[in-house]
């Protein structure tokens, strides 16, 4: 085989590798684990991050059930609701919320969270009950109003020891993997028994919603 064949073949393989290990999935996994890494140090250097914040901020959400339903029904609904509302409402309450843990670490006063966070379970459940199907932007409205007293009761309880970019990070993936939740559940609605499984289940959000709020939880 003459020697220019050889070379050719051989640039042609280097080519496809390099192509083969330049996809875009692959790239931005190593840029992830770099930032982890590069991240890391400074993390143990400074005592905050993952168990300063990060893992608090994740598990505030988990272990309040007040916060679980709510941030379940969010999800529910906008499957309920579909297309855009399925995506629209789980990207609305975690950014208002966000907003309302700022007004919260700042010591900024809004009335009535506890009512507000609890009547956010029986409205929202109310709506998944009786399968209500509200424009896209007065349900966008509806579900950021509520947001606002969830984010605000994440951000009085910061710990004091808590990074507190750290802890919000945590508190806003631990609200998309409910809303998550929610979605998943509302896809339920395209089997013969789904509705009624999906009407159940928003029964049960404005009951626990309902508990919290006359103080019986």
């Not at 064949?5 to 840029?31: C, E, L, M, W, Y």
């Not at 143990?44 to 059930?65: C, Q, R, V, Y």
């Amino acid at each position: 085989m003459p020697i220019t064949n050889q070379i050719t073949r051989q640039d042609n393989r280097t080519s496809g590798f390099a192509a083969r290990n330049t996809h875009p999935a692959r790239t931005a996994f190593v840029a992830l684990a770099a930032a982890l890494l590069t991240a890391s140090p400074a993390l143990a250097h400074t005592g905050e991050g993952m168990t300063g914040g990060f893992l608090s901020g994740l598990m505030h959400p988990i272990f309040g059930w007040d916060h679980v339903v709510a941030m379940v029904a969010v999800g529910l609904w906008g499957a309920v609701l579909g297309s855009p509302a399925i995506w629209i409402l789980p990207i609305t309450f975690p950014l208002i919320m966000a907003l309302g843990a700022a007004l919260g670490i700042a010591g900024i006063t809004v009335p009535f969270i506890e009512v507000g966070i609890a009547l956010s379970g029986v409205v929202l459940g109310l709506l998944v009950l009786f399968l209500v199907r509200a424009p896209v932007a007065v349900a966008g409205v509806i579900v950021a109003f509520f947001a606002i007293f969830h984010g605000y009761a994440h951000g009085t309880e910061l710990p004091a020891a808590a990074n507190p970019y750290a802890y919000a990070v945590g508190f806003v993936i631990a609200t998309g993997l409910l809303h998550a939740v929610g979605i998943a559940f509302g896809a339920l609605n395209g089997q013969p028994w789904g509705k009624m499984a999906i009407r159940a289940g928003g029964a049960v959000i404005a009951l626990v919603g309902g508990a919290f709020l006359t103080g019986f939880a």
